[in-house]
């Protein structure tokens, strides 16, 4: 009878990179987050044809991966309060679910990161990065490392999650006025 030895699975343990996913914020949590003031949140999620997804990405220059896309009406007591969505892009290897809030005039209230999967980079979620997207709008440039500023170690966290809210901010333009 032989007995088990850990010390021969240690090599193998070693190896193996540990997955991190980690919930900050559940959706009801990121809409109050962003919408502090609101009383209700009306489901208005977008379907998108073909056509409407190849117009968005000639617009934002970034593609549009999904068919469609979630989005709530923030209202308080019926005055509309703006627009809440729901988004994923990919970070260096995993999707960062990211949402934003996107005021009637189509100008950025804020951005709230809910999922982050990736093993560093985590950065993004600090407030002084996300707090460069308020008041950016469909006409803003939103350059990475110009107008939206790198953080080492993050730097396809940053990129992504900018080209996201672009993207989200030519679906207002297009979709939501």
Known sequence: MSSFNPWLILPVAAIVQP????????IPQAQQALFAEA???????????DEDKDRIEEVSDVRQRWDEQQIWRAEKGGQFLGWF????VIGKHEYITYAAAISPEGDVIGIE???YRETYGDEVREASWREQFV????ASRLKFNKDITNIAGATLSCRN?????????VIHSQHLK
């Open 19 to 26: 997955a991190f996913a980690t919930e900050y914020l559940t």
């Open 39 to 49: 009383s209700a949140f009306q489901k208005h999620f977008l379907h998108f044809s």
């Open 85 to 88: 969505l729901v988004d994923k």
């Open 113 to 115: 990161i809910m999922d």
């Open 135 to 138: 008041g950016a709008d469909a």
């Open 161 to 169: 999650v900018t080209n996201g809210v672009k993207r989200l901010l």
